[in-house]
């Protein structure tokens, strides 16, 4: 996915935590892209401290080129159980 060419490093924002900066490895063509290795802490993989908004910015670290909303980043509604046969 292509969120911002000129991006320096990524800004990963969780529900419960402060937000985590995540440097970008820039490639030179013929690759011409960017790229990041993050694990996700065991404690953000569940709904409660989860991964909510990702963030590109500039190589200044203050101004946001691009933003992402992860998915289901609203509140769900509580799972109902199987209809009974």
């Known amino acids: ?5 000129n ?3 990524l800004v990963l924002q969780y529900r419960k935590k ?20 993050h694990a996700i802490p065991s ?5 409660a401290a989860r991964l909510i908004a ?8 203050g101004g946001v080129l691009a933003r992402l909303l992860a998915p289901d980043s609203a509140p ?6 199987p209809p009974r046969s």
């Open 54 to 61: 990702l963030a590109a910015i500039d190589q200044h670290g």
């Open 1 to 5: 996915m292509r969120l911002a060419p």
């Open 18 to 37: 402060p937000q985590t900066v995540v440097r970008l490895l820039h490639v030179s063509k013929p690759i011409g892209a960017s790229f990041f290795l």
């Open 76 to 81: 769900r509604p509580p799972r109902l159980p």
């Open 7 to 9: 991006a320096a490093a």
């Open 43 to 47: 404690v953000h993989r569940h709904d």
